[in-house]
């Protein structure tokens, strides 16, 4: 019974210590550290899917933002942005909202907060870093560090070219209020790049901004 | 003596057929065909990935139900109506009776799991096109967590009754899946803590290439070892019981 047990308990150990082994080499995936989350994480893509569902459940209530109700009275949807990023801590767009619905409240420090925990959990994401760099300049009005976050923006990829263009012109006023002049020249070599390129692109959406009845493009 | 063990194991799983866990399976096919419409999408070439994870999930989740229910009551309710003594009195040693029980669970989750990874492979390729074989490695996995549940419930059903024993198969499911937040892997606690981490394979099955032979072999080792103690300690603790 002792050597048995003595027996299996190598087999269970030592295969414990395998598998850490060869999954760190698992397409670099670090799986080893990353599946040991688990308790929760063959979850994982349930939490995921009903943080989609919520999210999309408070989409709705988002664009009240458009009809006149100002982004720092929509406090309401706070708990449910706060659900979406336990459920699912790379949810992009609920760091994105939240920490300016916190901050526009009064509360800079806890947005901004937010809104370092967002490009610490999702690195890769141009719109959460951008955003951030924004805050910066918003509410401390430290532009020499709105400046800093804004450079690690130039080395990520964007959702879209309309997005892209959108955050360029945002950057680039962080820069000229920084006195980087080199800085704000790149971006508006950028940005006239990039309204080449959308002028040659095929957008299938028309718009109305007049309301004539009359697509403007 | 494996005779004995295997006529066991056949009964277990013509029962749990007679009490109808066919229909688990019809129940999983609907669950997941109703969970395609509600699948997020974060962009062009990743919903295929957040289906496998989506799918793994509701396996694992099915998996454990189904496990859960099989073993929590078997020898509980077998004592209880007196029809273990039919058996043992029949030259069955009682580490055969419970071999044979764990077997028998086993092979009829393991029907079942084949069964859901089946419909997880079907469904993906009707809802993406996509032949999604790889979830095989995932349903595999799962399959092995679920005979070490089985096993643990096995043991502690020996001596105790089916609620205690299903919260604490629930206990030690989360308790041996909390390595790494406990630990880090340079503390030499690390390779001392039994954990089930190594049969979690839903990232590189969901998100990468899968996982290796040699990984296999290792989730293998890890199943053999848990396993096998589980099932001695049951050994230990029914044959001290007094029937």
């Not at chain 2, 295929?48 to 139900?65: D, G, H, K, Q, S």
């Not at chain 2, 089916?162 to 629930?170: D, M, Q, R, T």
Request: charged letters at 15%; aromatic letters at 10%.
């Amino acid at each position: 019974m002792v050597v048995a047990t003595t027996l299996l308990l190598i087999a269970l150990l030592g295969g414990q210590a395998a598998a850490d082994a060869l999954a760190q080499h698992d397409g670099g995936l670090e799986t080893g550290r990353a599946v040991g989350r688990a308790g929760f994480a063959y979850l994982s893509g349930l939490r995921t899917a009903v943080a989609a569902m919520l999210w999309n459940r408070l989409e709705p209530q988002l664009h009240t933002y458009y009809l006149g109700v100002p982004l720092e009275d929509q406090t309401y949807i706070l708990p449910t942005i706060s659900l979406v990023i336990t459920l699912d801590p790379q949810f992009e767009q609920a760091y994105y909202v939240a920490p300016w619905v916190i901050a526009r409240r009064g509360d800079a420090e806890e947005g901004l907060e937010l809104a370092r925990l967002g490009t610490l959990n999702i690195p890769e994401s141009a719109l959460l870093q951008a955003s951030y760099a924004q805050m910066i300049a918003v509410f401390e009005e430290d532009y020499a560090r709105a400046a800093q976050e804004a450079d690690k923006v130039l080395d990520l990829s964007w959702e879209s070219i309309f997005e892209q263009h959108d955050w360029f012109g945002v950057l680039r006023s962080i820069y000229k209020n920084a006195g980087r002049q080199d800085m704000v020249d790149r971006l508006s070599r950028e940005l006239e790049r990039i309204d080449a390129e959308i002028a040659q692109t095929d957008v299938d959406v028309e718009h109305d901004h007049d309301a004539d009845g009359v697509p403007d493009h | 003596m494996t005779g004995r063990v295997w006529a066991l194991a056949a009964s277990v799983f013509l029962d749990a057929l007679r009490r109808k866990v066919v229909w688990v399976v019809v129940l999983f096919a609907a669950v997941m065909a109703a969970a395609i419409p509600a699948l997020p999408s974060y962009g062009f070439g990743v919903v295929e990935a957040v289906y496998r994870e989506v799918a793994l999930a509701l396996t694992y989740l099915a998996t454990m139900v189904l496990t859960l229910s099989l073993a929590a009551n078997r020898i509980p309710a077998e004592i209880e109506r007196r029809t273990v003594y039919g058996v043992l009195v029949r030259s069955v040693r009682r580490w055969e009776y419970l071999l044979g029980t764990w077997l028998g669970i086993f092979v009829t989750v393991g029907a079942a799991v084949f069964a859901f990874t089946v419909v997880d492979v079907v469904v993906g390729w009707l809802a993406y096109g996509e032949l999604m074989f790889r979830l095989a490695e995932g349903t595999f996995a799962i399959l092995l967590e679920a005979g070490v549940v089985a096993a643990f419930c096995v043991a502690v059903s020996s001596v105790i009754g089916p609620v205690v024993v299903v919260v604490s198969a629930l206990a030690f499911v989360f308790l041996a899946h909390t390595r790494s937040q406990l630990l880090v892997p340079e503390d030499i606690l690390w390779r001392l803590y039994p954990s089930l981490d190594a049969l979690n394979i839903i990232n590189p099955v969901a998100h990468g290439g899968g996982v290796s032979v040699g990984y296999i072999f290792s989730m293998l080792l890890v199943f053999v070892g848990w396993t096998g103690i589980l099932l001695l300690v049951s050994t230990a603790l029914f044959s001290r019981r007094d029937l």
